[in-house]
Each structure stands twice: as structure tokens, then as C-alpha cells.
């Protein structure tokens, strides 16, 4: 069996972050150049210093606002050609009990975890901005999509719609060769998960969750290869699937 590799292929990475990071790197090191995402400049710097190459380029772009998605897209296109893919890492985890959860709250968490995956995969998949033989789409979503945690309604729900769009879009998009799938971590030892922990590290649920997840918490990279897997054609049948990468937990 051949490894994966990746010479020649662009990708556009959403998220300079933990995730995102550490996927922009290995799918660079696997031979890739990466157009990153991001709202938080010193994230995208440090990413962009840390891949290898001279076609990595760097946007900056918020995801709350998601009208303003389809000009950096026509901008990404414009100045770099046609990608052979995109992950979407951007995300936040947004932890409000319901009594606080009005309306603009749960709009800016959905905009940025869900509607603009929908619309960066829309904007992208228009001819020529994608490789003539297709793409490949990996959204980063949560096992929120699939459990309860109370106070994370807004968050989960964003992750939920992701797993539900990823199934239409994976049918819609595959006459045009492109596939369409997402990845489910556990705890993963990012920025957003130790915030998470300095707020709850000592609740009943933040210890229930740990306990769970019982081959201990993921490391970025261990997400990244599985998108990386899903990003080449050793899954070339797979499409509309979600890969929980968890440590067990949804089996616990
Ligand atoms: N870390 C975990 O335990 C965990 C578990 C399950 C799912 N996830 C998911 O993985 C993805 C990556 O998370 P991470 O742990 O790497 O988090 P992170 O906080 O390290 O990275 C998230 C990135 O998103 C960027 N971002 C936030 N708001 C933005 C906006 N409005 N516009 C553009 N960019 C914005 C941040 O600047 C940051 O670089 C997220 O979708 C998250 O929900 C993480």
C-alpha cells in the first residue's frame, strides 16, 4: 500500500489554531500548499511561518460574517488557481446555559461553526475553483453532534447541522467528483479545550466527559491524519461519513 502524499495539491485550511494548525502542517509536510483562514492574525502568522514552501498564503477573514465568506473566496481563486480541497478547523466553543442563550448568541456561534463551512464548500465549488477531477471537504465537527452536554446547546447544535449537511452536500456534489465528510474529536489538548477546562476541569461533567473518553485526550495530530486520510484517495469511497477520532468515548 502506497503512503499518502500529497505534491502539488492546494488546500485552503479554515482555523490557524490547535486543529487547524497541526492539520495545515502535516498536509503540508505530505507535500500540499495550504491557503489558511483565520480572524486571529498572530494564529495565522505563526502557522504560515511553520509550513514548508513558497505557495502558502494566509487570509484574514471573520466567520461571523458570513456575507463576506464569497468575496475572499473569489479573492483566494484569483490570486492562487484552483484547490484540490478544503478543511474547515475554524470554530468556538461557546459554553452559555439556555436562560442566556437569545437569539444573536446562538446566530454568531452557527454562523461561524456551520453556516460558513455551507458557504465556503458553495463558493468553492463553483467550476474552475475547484481541480477539474474534483475535491475533497473535511468538516471538523464534535461529538456534541451525537451527546447531551448541557450548556453547550448552541455549540452542538452547530456540530449536528454540519453532520446533517455533510450527508446532502456528499450527494449533491458527488457528479462533480468531489467528497464530502467530517471528523468527530474527543478532547483534544488545544487552546479551545483547555479554556473549556479552566471552566469546568472541576464540574461532575467536565470529570464524566475525561473519564469516558477512556484512551485518554487526543493530540491535534492525531486528528489530523485522519483528515489527511480523508483528504487523499485512500478513502476514495468514502463520502458523507462522519469518523469519530475519540478515545473511545462514544463507545463508553
Ligand atoms: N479541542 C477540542 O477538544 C475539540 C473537540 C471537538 C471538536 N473540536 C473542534 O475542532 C475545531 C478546531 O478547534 P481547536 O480545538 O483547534 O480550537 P482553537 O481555538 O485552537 O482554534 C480555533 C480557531 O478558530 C479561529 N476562529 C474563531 N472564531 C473565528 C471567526 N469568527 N472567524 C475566523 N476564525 C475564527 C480562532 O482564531 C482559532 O485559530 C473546532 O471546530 C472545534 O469545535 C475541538
Redesign the pocket.
Known sequence: MKGIEFIGKRFVV?????????TAKLLNSLGASIIL????EE??NNTLLSLEGTNNRAY??????VDGIEQVVKLIATENGAVDGFV??????SVRPLKMSKYDFML?VM???FF?FVEIVRCLSIKGRYNSNGMNIV??????AYLGNSTKTA?CA??GAMNAAIRCLAKELAPKNIRVNAV??????????R??EDYGADSDEHKMILARQYMG??Q?LD?ANTIAFLMSDMSRMITGSCVAVDGGKLSS
Open positions: 479554515s482555523g490557524a489554531g490547535g486543529i487547524g494548525a497541526e483562514l483565520d480572524i486571529n494564529n495565522l484574514i477573514c471573520d466567520f461571523s460574517n474547515h478547523c475554524v470554530g468556538v466553543g454568531k454562523n461561524i461553526n460558513s468538516g471538523v465537527s464534535a461529538l456534541g455549540y452547530s456540530k468527530a474529536p474527543g478532547v483534544t489538548d488545544t487552546p479551545m479545550a479554556v473549556a485526550v487526543c491535534p486528528i
